[in-house]
Each structure stands twice: as structure tokens, then as C-alpha cells.
């Protein structure tokens, strides 16, 4: 027993590779802040809060998370609510909840929370999933969407839907009904462009398709990160030298746009390496979810990591005008204390569920 | 679960996550493709796209050449200037600005209110600031010891365009002005840029509006400059990329002539008229002089309104030129011209004489037309005719005349056309004939529309350029390059020279011999400037009616208003025999043609001769 208490649970390629793009993400981050150190240094305490968190929930064993799911997701509901009564509106928007000095993104709870509320539903449940199942889990991840969407951030309301259908689709849904469901969301989509989408969401998604036709408006943001991107060429215009990124002409460079500005600066060769090192992390959480000693673990790692794989996703496809633009951070880079510590938070539940084995009985 | 089952889960759960990762793996193949796109395939255009963001050109304002005399004496020059320009961009509190520079320069509260206004605009962009134009000494001297207390402002040099004979050279140089459309297409500037050009005229943008200012305007103009700043998205100018200097305008080489210009503006005084003058040699214009005149300099570089009105609502026309534009009746001046046309068509010869009884009978109807002097000049042949300006005599060889003819035979001395080749805004006027009246006026030709024609009244109206013109065909025998302002290439100036009219070599001594003797001899209608000089002068003066009367007598009645006495003209060459230079004089209601317009050709000619 001894020889348990001591070890200390622990992913190295796990953990350098998120070092390694998490300082890469400081020096970006100098750049994309026209060289403001104080944004970096802050960014950088925020990363090294980061990985204590980490390192200190990987210790936990698997279960403490199944046990606590019930209060864990109660808890990320609450706060939302705390922030949709008390929270103060930016840009027209509810998103954060302040604790003592730190102001925090509620919903950011909400993506951790709501894989591994559904993973302990339905770990122990027999295959294929039964309808009673589905129901309670949809109905489940429809409130968490609609509890974010009406901050209104509907960007991190369909992060948190999809965080709640990967773990349902991995748990065994059945392939009928997805296709079902499929069918009935093609002849419902005009219903949800009139009726969900505000009239902001639809031009962004318009502007997607034709950039030039807003060149001022909505699609400057496009036209523009575009621009950057194409004018780094191979190699990039070198740290500091991207015109775009430093004369601002490049918007929001050190949150969503951030990627754009790698692209200026270190060219398609940057684009390549920082794209290797997110493609090895989700390798690397592929493997342990594979091998995890349990269906629960498998589950909360596949769901988490491909919760962080579509934000990653949404993120890139945006800033280079494949989707339209929503707000969503480019995870370990982009400038955020709330998104990075519940980044670190779902790495070290992932290295908690990969790294702990079951007892086999001798 | 049984072990059986767990293991058709986990099989069921590594099939679905790969699938799901497979997913991913595409997009990320998605995002590669699509950055690859960007970077390498369209790299050019999307370089191209990130320079046009940053890069922002804008012109430098070249000098424009000056103007020079025959001498290459400055007509035109540019005068440094001091303004005292701000940079908002280092001011955080213009109002206390204000209250610090307010001792050491004089502000006037609309210059106050003009600067608060635009200050925000400028600093949000760092754009420099005009506070004050055209500091005195005195206010640059404060300045100058106070400057280390304004690291935000600075004296800039300026320019103005001033003439050191602003009255004088008003009409031929023609005035400057601050142009909306001064923008050098040919250059890669986009049009919007060229509100931020860098000026080197206190007035902006400048560009000749009329006289040689615009004939020449290209010329003058020189080639702007470029400077490529580094602008952020807010349109902030960040710090210079590239910088190309202007090329300064080319100067203007004229064959005016200051002091000519300056005597005969001195001779006209405050009378109203116009005076040309022309070197026979190259028929360069050394004269062009329009009297009542204004300031050039007050119109180029900022005329109060009021000022502007006066001049405009002025009965006299001050903006007019009269020596381009002005229509007067040629009168007794255009007697050599239909003499030259008796001898060309053999109407006449110098030999032959008639009567003249001071008057011309019409044989159609009996109209009677006088001449100048009752009871006549008795027997007249060509030469006394040109000398007394006998009326009769030219009644009748234009009687014998078909008007046709006679209209193009005004055509070849440059009648109704513009003769000047560089001259701004030159009225051509025309030639009456019998198509140009029933075009005009729906009525026929008579034959006594020709006869008033004779003595250069009537319809036939010229500009005093083209009585230049015309006197210096007269004077160089038939030929003379064409009139021009600015100096040409030698080479060019052979091709120009033409001959406009034909006579025999007899003929034309014997003319320049009739038209000195109207000035030398004793019986010469403009004896009276004979001994203004000592060399010799020939020439034709002429007194053009307005009304026209049928005796002396009615017209010392008329003559108590001014406007209704008669134009007083002359038209002269010299020196004799050998002529340099022909001039030509018109003045408003002076009355008598030789007494009062006479004494300033001869001014000009001996200015000319001086030289």
C-alpha cells in the first residue's frame, strides 16, 4: 500500500506537449499584445496555476469524479444561474461570474461537468443504449445548451451540447437513431435559422460565404485574418514583424484571432508544427482512452477530448474562413484565465482516468 | 458485466472514438488545406492585400518653375512663407495649448475656433496642424526663443506665388489657385490620399487658373514627390517607408519684357486700353498689357470677398483683357491693309490719284460717306492717302472691292482668327462677309457695308493682338513667325515662319515709306509724336467711332459723355528703316488716335530699343 501512496499519477507526453504549447502560447501572445509583458505575465501565472491544477487532480482516483459528478454538474448549474441573476453584463452578454478577485466564465464549468455527469448515467448501462436513457440524457444536454445559449453565447452552448452528444454517441447510441435525428435536423434547419438564430448569427454565417460583400462590417474580421494568414507565405514575416498582427489591422489577435497571427508571423511552416504538436496531444488521449481500466474512464476522456478537439476545431476553421466567426478561444494559446484553468482541469481529469489502473485482484 | 460483454462494449467504444477522431483528423487536414491555400497558392495577392492595408502614399507638393523675362528677369517667383504648424498628436490639452502660444503668436478667434475644430481628427491620426499661416518676423523671433517650450509645434516653410508687378503682369501671367482635382493620375496614389499631401504652398494644392499660369500650367507644375508612410487600421501614420523628393516645375522663359511692360502700363496711366507689342524677329510678344488692372498676387494668395465683389461689379472690367479679348473697330489703322489689297488687285497703283472732296457719294443711292477733314485733301494718290488718312480714298477703293476678297485677304493678316499661340483665352473675333451677316443678322450685304469697311469702321471690328499681328506682317514685309509669349527652340522657329501676304519688294518699301511719313513727315496725321524720339517710326493711327455721325458738329456734343467719345488707336513699327519691333496701342474713349495713343507706342518702342 505504501508503494501506491507514493506514486505520483503522471502523463509525460501529456504533459510536455502542453508545456511546449503553452509557452509557445506566451511568445505568441507577446506578439499578438504589440509586446505588452504585463498581458504575458499574467498569462503566464494563469499557466503555471494551470498545471498545479493538473498535476493535483490527476492524483485523484477515477471514482472520486463519478461520485461527485451529481454535485459537480449541480454546482456548474447553480453558478450559472448566480451569473444569469447577478452577473454583470458585457457587450451585452452574462458569461461571468465573479470569486473574490477572479472573474470567471460560468459555462466553462458546465463543459467539464456535463461529460462526467453522462458518463457515470450511462457507464453501467446495457447495450445498446435504451430510449429511456436517451431521453434523460438529451433532455439533460438540451438544458445545459439552452442554460448557456441564453447567457446568449451560442458558441460555447453547442461546445457544451456536443460535449454531452460525444459522450452519448461513445456510450453506443444507436446508428439509427442518429440518422433519424440527422433527417429530422436537415428539415428543421430553416425553423432554426428564423427562429434560434439572432439576427447577428445569420450575417456572420453570410458573411462566411461572401466576405466582400460586408468589407466593413462583418466580414473585416475574415477579409482580414485571411489576409494575415496569406501574407506570412511559408516562412512568415518573422516574431514581431507581421503588419497586420502590429498595426492592428488583424481584430482580436490575442483571443480568437490569435492563430492568424502565427500564421502572419511564422508562415505556413509555424502553421504546420503547432498543428503537429495539437494533433499528437488528441493522438495521445485517443491511446489513453483506449486503454483506460474503465468504461467510465473511457468514456469521460473520449468526451473531453473531443469536447477540446471541436473547440480546437471551431477555432481554426473560423480564423480561416471555413466557419463562421463565433467567439471561441484557441485553447493553451489564446489570452484567458478561465478557459486555460478549465483546460487544465479536463487534462488533469484525463490524466487522472489514463493513468490509474485497477487493482487486479491476486 | 460479464467479461464477454465489457469486451463487446470496449470493441463498440475503440470503433466509435476512431471514428470520431477520424473526424477530427480530417478537419485538421481541412484547416491544412485551406492554410496552404492562403499561404502558398495565394500567397502573391494576400501580400499584395497586407501592403495596401499598411502602406499609405501620399504626394509631396513639387515648386512651380517661376516666370521669367526676355532678360531672365523673375515675373513670377516663390516666396518662402512661415506657418506655424502643431502636431495634436503630442498636445494632450489644446485649449491650454492655445493659452501657452497665445503670448508668443497672434490668434485670432476664428483661427482659434478653426484649430480646436479640426484638432481631434488630426491627432487621432498623426497628421500635422496648421495653427497660423504666414507668421510676421517678429512672431517667428518669439517663437524661434521660446521653441524648447513647444516640442509640439514647429515653423514650417511654405510658399507663396508673387509677382513683383502684381498690376502690371495681372492679365498675361494669370492667377494660381487651391484646385479640388490637382491630382496627378499618373501617379500611384489613390485619389483619397491627396487630401494629406505634403504642401509646399501656403495655399495648398496649386494650379494655374488662367494666363500663362494655365497655358503652361504642365510645364510650370514639376513632378510630385512621394512619401510611403506605415499606417496602423485607424489610419495612424506609424513612420515613414520610402521617400522619393519632387522635382521642381521647369521656369518659363518668355519674351516679355519687364521694363517695356512696366512703361507702357506708365503711359496708359489710369486710362483704359490695351497695349501689344511684338519682336519682329521671332514674334515673340514683349507687351501684353490690359489697363484697368488688379493684383494678381491678392487673387492668388487670398482676396477678401468684399475686395473680389468690387472688382466684379468694377464698370471698367478690371478681370477683362482688353489686349486679348477686347473688340474694337481697327479704324484708320486697317487703311494699309486695304491699300496692300488696291495693289495686290491692281485697283489700284502709287502713281494714280483721284479727287477727294471729303466726301464719298454711294452711286447706288447717293449715301454720302465723310471724311475726317471738310472740304477734302483735293488730289490724293496711295502714299498721301495713307499720310492725311484720306477717307474718301479708301471709300472708294473698297467700293471697287468685292467684299469676299476683301475678307480673305483680312484672313491672311490674321483677322478672325486667334494669332497668338500661346495666348490664354485669345478672342478670334471674326471677319464679316456676306454669309457671316445674313448668318448674324438675316439681312443681305450692301456694297456700303464694304465702304465703311475701307475706312475700318462698320462691322470689322479687331483685338489689339490682332492689330499687333496684323501691323507686324506689315512691318517685316509680309512674314513673321507666329506670335507667341514663351520662348521655342531655334530650330522650331524657321518652320514657323510664314508668309502670310505677297507684294513686290517695290511695293513694300514704298509702304513702310507712306506709313513713316504719317508719323516724320510734315503732313503725317501723327506728326505730333515726331520728335518724342530720335529715331524713326512708322505707323498708322486711327480714331474709332462709336456713334456714328454725319458732322463734327454733332460730335462735340456727344463727346461730353465719356463712354461715347471715340477709341483712340495706333499701330507702329520702328526704328526705321530697318524694324524691330511693331506695337500696337488702344485707348478707351482717348479721342484722337495719333495725340494720345502715339506717345505710348513710342514709349514701348523706345523702352524696346533700350534694352
Redesign the interface.
Known amino acids: 500500500m505504501s508503494n501506491r501512496s507514493a506514486k505520483i499519477y503522471f502523463d509525460p507526453y501529456l504533459f510536455f506537449s502542453l508545456f511546449t504549447l503553452s509557452v509557445l502560447g506566451l511568445f505568441f501572445l507577446y506578439s499578438a499584445s504589440n509586446a505588452d509583458t504585463s498581458i504575458v505575465l499574467k498569462q503566464s501565472v494563469y499557466i503555471f496555476l494551470g498545471f498545479a491544477i493538473m498535476i493535483a487532480v490527476s492524483q485523484a482516483d477515477p471514482d472520486v469524479f463519478r461520485r461527485t459528478s451529481l454535485v459537480f454538474i449541480i454546482f456548474s448549474v447553480l453558478l450559472l444561474g448566480i451569473t444569469f441573476l447577478f452577473g454583470p453584463e458585457i457587450n451585452g452578454a452574462q458569461r461571468w461570474v465573479r470569486l473574490g478577485p477572479f472573474s470567471f466564465q460560468s459555462s466553462e464549468l458546465l463543459k467539464l461537468a456535463l461529460p462526467i455527469f453522462l458518463a457515470n448515467f450511462l457507464f453501467?448501462k446495457?447495450?445498446p443504449i435504451q430510449s429511456r436513457e436517451i431521453v434523460i440524457s438529451l433532455a439533460v444536454i438540451f438544458i445545459a445548451f439552452i442554460l448557456v445559449a441564453r447567457q446568449p453565447d451560442l458558441g460555447t452552448g453547442l461546445i457544451v451540447a456536443l460535449s454531452g452528444l460525444?459522450v452519448l454517441?461513445?456510450?453506443?447510441l444507436s446508428w439509427s437513431f442518429m440518422g433519424g435525428a440527422f433527417i429530422v435536423l436537415i428539415i428543421c434547419s430553416p425553423l432554426i435559422w428564423n427562429v434560434l438564430l439572432q439576427p447577428f448569427q445569420q450575417q456572420r454565417i453570410a458573411t462566411l460565404f461572401n466576405p466582400e460583400s460586408d468589407p466593413f462590417g462583418a466580414g473585416w474580421n475574415i477579409i482580414?485574418s485571411?489576409?494575415?494568414?496569406?501574407?506570412?507565405?511559408?516562412f512568415g514575416k518573422g516574431f514581431g514583424e507581421g503588419?497586420?498582427t502590429q498595426?492592428?489591422?488583424l481584430p482580436e489577435t490575442k483571443t480568437d484571432f490569435i492563430f492568424s497571427v502565427i500564421?502572419e508571423e511564422f508562415?505556413?511552416f509555424g502553421?504546420?508544427i503547432l498543428?503537429s504538436i495539437?494533433?499528437f496531444v488528441?493522438?495521445r488521449c485517443?491511446y489513453l482512452?483506449?486503454n483506460a481500466r474503465d468504461?467510465f474512464c473511457?468514456?469521460v476522456i473520449?468526451g473531453l477530448t473531443?469536447t477540446f478537439?471541436a473547440n480546437l476545431?471551431i477555432n481554426?476553421?473560423m480564423v480561416?474562413?471555413?466557419l463562421p466567426v463565433v467567439g471561441m478561444p484557441l485553447p493553451f494559446i489564446s489570452r484567458g484565465g478561465s478557459s486555460l484553468i478549465s483546460l487544465f482541469f479536463a487534462f488533469g481529469i484525463i490524466t487522472s482516468m489514463g493513468t490509474h489502473k485497477k487493482f487486479l485482484p491476486q | 458485466m460479464i467479461f464477454e460483454e465489457r469486451q463487446i462494449e470496449k470493441n463498440n467504444f475503440s470503433s466509435r472514438a476512431i471514428f470520431l477522431f477520424a473526424i477530427v483528423g480530417v478537419s485538421f487536414l481541412a484547416v491544412l488545406f485551406q492554410v496552404f491555400a492562403l499561404q502558398v497558392s495565394s500567397y502573391t495577392s494576400y501580400e499584395l492585400a497586407a501592403l495596401n492595408n499598411k502602406n499609405y502614399a501620399i504626394p509631396i507638393q513639387p515648386l512651380r518653375g517661376e516666370i521669367l523675362d526676355r532678360k531672365g528677369r523673375a515675373i513670377v517667383r516663390n516666396e518662402p512663407t512661415f506657418d506655424l504648424i502643431t502636431q495634436p498628436d503630442l498636445i494632450t490639452q489644446p485649449e491650454l495649448f492655445l493659452g501657452l502660444i497665445k503670448p508668443v503668436i497672434y490668434l485670432s478667434e476664428a483661427e482659434e475656433d478653426r484649430y480646436l475644430k479640426k484638432f481631434k481628427e488630426k491627432a487621432f491620426v498623426n497628421k500635422e496642424l496648421v495653427l497660423k499661416k504666414n507668421l510676421t518676423p517678429e512672431e517667428i523671433a518669439r517663437f524661434n526663443v521660446r521653441s524648447f517650450n513647444f516640442e509640439n509645434a514647429f515653423i514650417g516653410k511654405r510658399h507663396r506665388r508673387i509677382s513683383d508687378y502684381p498690376q502690371i503682369f495681372a492679365h498675361v501671367l494669370g492667377y494660381t489657385s487651391r484646385s479640388n482635382n490637382q491630382h496627378d493620375l499618373s501617379m500611384e496614389i489613390p485619389r483619397s490620399h491627396w487630401v494629406d499631401a505634403e504642401l509646399t504652398y501656403a495655399n495648398g494644392l496649386i494650379q494655374g487658373k488662367t494666363g500663362l499660369e494655365e497655358t503652361y500650367n504642365q510645364h510650370l507644375s514639376g513632378t510630385h514627390g512621394t512619401r510611403v508612410h506605415e499606417i496602423n487600421s485607424r489610419g495612424r501614420l506609424v513612420k515613414t517607408l520610402e521617400y522619393y523628393p519632387p522635382k521642381k516645375g521647369l521656369d518659363l522663359h518668355t519674351h516679355l519684357d519687364i521694363k517695356a511692360q512696366i512703361s507702357a502700363a506708365n503711359a496708359l496711366g489710369d486710362r483704359k486700353g490695351a497695349v501689344v507689342a511684338i519682336d519682329l524677329k521671332s514674334g515673340g510678344i514683349n507687351v501684353l498689357y490690359s489697363a484697368p488692372t488688379y493684383s494678381v498676387n491678392k487673387l492668388s494668395n487670398g482676396m477678401s470677398v468684399e475686395e473680389f465683389q468690387d472688382l466684379i461689379k468694377d464698370p471698367d472690367k478690371p478681370f477683362f483683357n482688353r489686349a486679348l479679348q477686347g473688340r474694337y473697330p481697327p479704324a484708320s489703322t486697317i487703311k494699309p491693309a486695304i491699300g496692300m489689297f488696291g495693289l495686290t488687285n491692281k485697283f489700284i497703283n502709287w502713281s494714280e490719284e483721284i479727287d477727294d472732296p471729303g466726301f464719298f457719294t454711294l452711286p447706288e443711292n447717293g449715301r454720302i460717306y465723310r471724311g475726317w477733314k471738310k472740304g477734302g485733301h483735293n488730289n490724293v494718290n496711295l502714299k498721301k492717302a495713307l499720310m492725311v488718312s484720306s477717307n474718301t480714298y479708301f471709300f472708294k477703293l473698297a467700293y471697287q472691292s468685292d467684299m469676299k476678297d476683301l475678307a480673305s485677304y483680312f484672313s491672311s493678316l490674321g483677322f478672325g482668327s486667334s494669332v497668338c499661340r500661346d495666348c490664354y483665352d485669345e478672342d478670334s473675333v471674326f471677319v464679316p462677309s456676306p454669309e457671316w451677316k445674313y448668318k448674324n443678322f438675316n439681312v443681305p450685304w450692301f456694297t456700303g457695308d464694304t465702304v465703311n469697311i475701307g475706312v475700318g469702321q462698320g462691322y470689322l471690328v479687331a483685338t489689339p493682338m490682332q492689330l499687333a499681328n496684323y501691323i507686324s506682317i506689315l512691318a517685316n514685309k509680309g512674314n513673321l513667325p507666329e506670335p507667341a509669349l514663351v520662348k521655342v527652340e531655334k530650330q522650331s522657329l524657321d518652320s514657323n515662319k510664314s508668309q502670310k501676304i505677297s507684294l513686290s519688294n517695290q511695293d513694300w518699301v514704298k509702304m513702310h515709306d507712306a506709313l513713316t511719313a504719317v508719323i516724320e513727315s510734315d503732313f503725317g496725321t501723327a506728326r505730333s509724336i515726331r520728335n518724342l524720339k530720335d529715331f524713326q517710326v512708322a505707323g498708322k493711327s486711327g480714331t474709332a467711332e462709336l456713334v456714328s455721325l454725319d458732322s463734327k458738329e454733332a460730335y462735340l456734343e456727344v463727346r461730353d459723355t465719356e463712354l461715347l467719345r471715340d477709341h483712340s488707336i495706333i499701330v507702329a513699327f520702328g526704328p526705321m528703316p530697318n524694324p524691330q519691333y511693331a506695337v500696337s496701342v488702344v485707348i478707351e474713349n482717348g479721342e484722337s488716335g495719333g495725340a494720345v495713343a502715339g506717345p505710348v507706342a513710342i514709349e514701348v518702342l523706345k523702352s524696346l530699343l533700350n534694352e
Open positions: 453501467d446495457r447495450l460525444f454517441f461513445l456510450s453506443g482580414q485571411k489576409i494575415a494568414i496569406g501574407s506570412g507565405g511559408i503588419s497586420q498595426l492592428n489591422f500564421g508562415g505556413f502553421v504546420v498543428l495539437y494533433f488528441l493522438m485517443l482512452a483506449l468504461r473511457r468514456l473520449g473531443l478537439a476545431i481554426l476553421c480561416v474562413g471555413l
